[in-house]
């Protein structure tokens, strides 16, 4: 029987980076068992895209076919994944996605995700439609920033990014792709759900901001939101989330917003449209360094990370792993994504022969697929 080695011991003369606890495809094994424990209609929420099955597996495989050509003889290597995000320190590049209905996969919904975030010294990215008081997300200590979907009344929308900023939130994320997806099982939009928990959203809101909404709850973003936000939540920066052209990025960033995302919102937006992934170098082009660049939308991987740097992001955001996280066991269930990820990607760092994550983009000349 082969012995798993001490972490600190060597393999192949070369240090082990991945603690034992990661071993191939435990992802997809966290997938299944989150799978088991949720029920269909929170399940069929998490795992829905706008398109096929079979174009959802392509986009997911095309972070899969990312390759370089490994470098050698450049000396002396960091393996360390901090870095800053709005000029904040972050413990690694890997970032929370905002993402509605958490207290569906587990009763303490953000509140774990959240702290999960605080105890690895990450951000976590809040919904609009958080079920969780946005006093609870400041009590975890998290640096948390607070997402916009703009709301139908603009004085509500401005009260409630005042609350997100006086609670702590230390960044806006504007979302400016809209979804609208289709049902593939019956009962899974929200408002036909089971009564339970997860049915809770705009709990930031009061009772009676709720029944002024009525039921158009949001609008399309426009580009005067973004200098608008900014003022409102009292200059906290601006990031525009659902970018897929240089072009819109281009504008965002001359509109005054601090970085943008470069998202199909998980396959949610349009089953025919391009993926992220493909959509990253035109944007990264476009903005330059004049604003800080993250996408999302299919990492999966340390490796997808390690793509993502080298194509030119600063950070990524993940999704669906955090929620399967926690479904299986909350916020612990969290920081064993995150601690996964993070650890695949000290690999993956090892491994390319870059100096370190900073240089990474310069070092790295990488292919897509
Ligand atoms: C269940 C679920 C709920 C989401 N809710 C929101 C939301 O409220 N606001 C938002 O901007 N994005 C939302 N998203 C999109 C995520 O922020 C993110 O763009 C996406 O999940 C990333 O893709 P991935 O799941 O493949 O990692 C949601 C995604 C999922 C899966």
Do not use: C
Request: charged share 20%; net charge negative.
């Amino acid at each position: 029987m082969t012995e798993t080695p001490a972490p600190d011991e060597a393999v192949d003369g070369a240090p082990l980076i991945a603690p034992p606890l990661i071993s191939r495809g435990w992802l997809d094994v966290l997938e299944q068992e989150a799978n088991a424990a949720l029920p269909p209609h929170i399940r069929e929420y998490v795992a829905t895209t706008a398109g096929s099955a079979a174009r959802a597996a392509q986009h997911l495989a095309e972070w899969d076919a990312v390759s370089f050509a490994p470098r050698t003889l450049l000396g002396e290597r960091s393996l360390a994944l901090e870095t800053s995000v709005l000029g904040r320190r972050v413990a690694s590049p890997v970032l929370i996605a905002p993402m509605a209905q958490q207290v569906g996969a587990h009763p303490a919904g953000e509140r774990a995700t959240a702290t999960a975030a605080a105890s690895l010294g990450t951000v976590v990215g809040v919904s609009t439609n958080t079920a969780v008081p946005f006093g609870e997300i400041r009590a975890t200590g998290a640096d948390w920033w607070f997402q916009v979907y703009p709301l139908a009344e603009r004085a509500t929308t401005a009260r409630l990014v005042e609350r997100a900023a006086v609670a702590g939130a230390s960044a806006i994320i504007l979302t400016v792709d809209t979804t609208a997806l289709l049902v593939s099982a019956p009962g899974i939009e929200p408002t036909e759900w089971p009564e339970g928990p997860e049915r809770e959203r705009l709990v930031n809101l009061t009772p009676d901001e709720l029944v002024a909404l009525g039921g158009r709850p949001t609008v399309a973003a426009t580009l005067d939101d973004i200098a608008w936000l900014s003022e409102v939540s009292g200059g906290l920066p601006v990031v525009v989330k659902g970018v897929l052209r240089g072009d819109d990025a281009a504008r965002a960033v001359d509109a005054g917003a601090a970085a943008v995302i470069v998202s199909t919102h998980g396959g949610r937006r349009s089953g025919a449209s391009i993926t992220s992934l493909s959509a990253l170098p035109s944007v990264v082009a476009a903005v330059g360094d004049r604003a800080e660049v993250y996408i999302d939308s299919g990492v999966r991987s340390g490796g997808h990370v390690l793509a993502a740097l080298a194509l030119g992001a600063r950070a990524v955001f993940v999704g669906r792993p955090v929620m399967w996280g926690l479904a299986t066991a909350g916020a612990a269930g969290v920081e064993r994504v995150l601690r996964g990820l993070d650890a695949e990607l000290a690999l993956a760092l090892s491994q390319s022969g870059a100096t370190s994550l900073a240089t990474l983009a310069t070092e790295l000349d990488v292919s897509l697929g």
